[in-house]
């Protein structure tokens, strides 16, 4: 069954930091893609990062989050450094089943298999 499974959300101070972690099962092939998005309440869901051959990071988000992936591991992470209040959103981990290429990384919609979610809080 194919499954994501996120962790590592929280409350955190602005400017501080955290680590999220998304366990994947065997049967995704994270080498069609795999992201990170978030979606505040009353807000569209929205792309942070996305790992292909390369990582492409939203604007909001450049040079504070970093996406990495442990293959051995199954394991998707995304570090967040320097958190800010507007970073407050449900995080979401997520992967294609299918080649698309290498276009739209952060498109939610060209992703078809979704975590539940960890919610992560900073305050000001």
């Known amino acids: 069954q194919v499954q994501l499974v996120e962790s590592g959300g929280g409350s955190v101070q602005a400017g501080g930091s955290l680590r999220l972690s998304c366990r994947y099962s065997?049967?995704?092939?994270?080498?069609?893609?795999m992201g990170w998005f978030r979606q505040a309440p009353g807000k569209e869901r929205e792309g942070v990062a996305g790992?292909?051959?390369?990582?492409t990071y939203a604007d909001s988000v450049k040079g504070r989050f970093t996406i990495s992936k442990d293959n051995e591991k199954n394991t998707l992470f995304l570090q967040m450094n320097s958190l800010k209040p507007e970073d407050t959103a449900m995080y979401y981990c997520?992967?294609?089943?299918?080649?698309?290429?290498?276009?739209?990384?952060?498109?939610?919609?060209?992703?078809?298999?979704w975590g539940q979610g960890t919610q992560v809080t900073v305050s000001s």
């Open positions: 790992i292909l051959d390369i990582s």
């Open positions: 065997r049967d995704i092939y994270s080498n069609y893609g």
């Open positions: 997520a992967a294609r089943s299918r080649w698309v290429g290498y276009t739209r990384p952060l498109d939610p919609s060209t992703y078809n298999t």
